[in-house]
């Protein structure tokens, strides 16, 4: 990665946060997502394509991902940024399931970092409520913007961007010492491989569990196996004739219930 890269980045490390200048629900709720965020990185080091393939899994994966009261347990914008990154640095010339199992290991490691710098940056955000208490008991509201946003901002950057730029720089100084892909043992390789499937088929069966609402329901499941499986048909055609289906059911029940009437 390059100088410019790494500091854009870590930009968006900082810029999907809770809290961020840009707000929750631009930064936390939006740039922070495991899916936009992949994008942004694809975008930046310019392989969207295996960029996506990450943020799909990781969108999946950390989908049942909250934040109740504020408290963090895993700091989702920080692993998707940082695991994305890794990826794309060190997955050249390995399979789309290993470069999923690399990304998950580095997406652990950005996840851990992310939660301690949160865990910092609420402890840095402290004496700034005294701050904003003397000023408010001095009358002077127009001041109040100070510890709240300029303070409290230029904080919440420093957690985040420059431990990004120190993860993402040594990422890049350690993939630049050899080609990674190579130095991996070939049992490390099978392992990346499995662990990257199952958590494709982890996430998807979490989205079957919150889709289907009854039992008959998992027969369009299966039919579009069947038509990607073995009829070859891509995602494309598996959707114009699943929204085909949709249509005639949605008339059919529409007729049944005017017949009842």
């Known amino acids: 990665m390059s100088v410019i890269q790494i500091i854009a980045i ?3 490390v900082y810029l999907g946060s809770i809290g961020s200048i840009v707000g929750n ?8 997502r495991p899916l936009v965020a992949s994008f ?16 799909i899994a990781l969108q999946i ?3 049942g991902n909250v934040t109740p009261g504020g408290a963090v347990a895993w700091d989702l914008s920080y692993a998707t940024y940082i695991g994305t990154a890794g990826a794309l640095v060190f997955g050249t010339g390995m399979e789309s399931t290993q470069v999923i199992g690399l990304a998950v290991v580095f997406a652990g490691i950005g996840g851990l970092v992310g939660q301690m710098v949160w865990n910092l940056s609420y402890a840095l955000n402290l004496p700034l409520n005294r701050l904003a208490n003397k000023y408010a008991e001095a009358g ?16 919440g950057l420093a ?5 990004a730029v120190i993860l993402l720089t040594t990422m890049t100084a350690a993939s630049a010492q050899a080609d990674f892909a190579s130095m991996i043992p070939g049992w490390l390789t099978t392992l990346l491989s499995t662990f990257g499937g199952m958590m494709a088929a982890l996430g998807m069966g979490i989205i079957i569990s919150f ?3 009854k039992q008959w329901q998992i027969c369009i499941f299966l039919l579009g196996f069947v038509l990607v499986t073995y009829f070859n048909l891509n995602t494309m055609a598996v959707a114009v004739i699943a929204t085909l289906l949709a249509v005639i059911y949605y008339v059919f029940q529409i007729e049944q219930k005017e017949a009842r009437a």
Not at 25 to 32: F, M
Not at 40 to 55: C, E, F, R, Y
Not at 140 to 155: A, D, F, H, R, S
């Open 25 to 32: 629900t631009i930064g936390w709720y939006t740039l922070g």
């Open 140 to 155: 002077e509201t127009g001041k109040m913007y100070i510890p709240n946003v300029v303070c409290g901002q230029l904080i």
């Open 61 to 63: 994966m950390y989908m």
């Open 40 to 55: 942004v990185v694809g975008v930046i080091m310019g392989d969207l394509q295996t960029a996506m393939i990450v943020g």
């Open 10 to 12: 870590s930009l968006f």
């Open 211 to 213: 889709l289907l609402k």
């Open 159 to 163: 957690c985040r961007f420059i431990p």
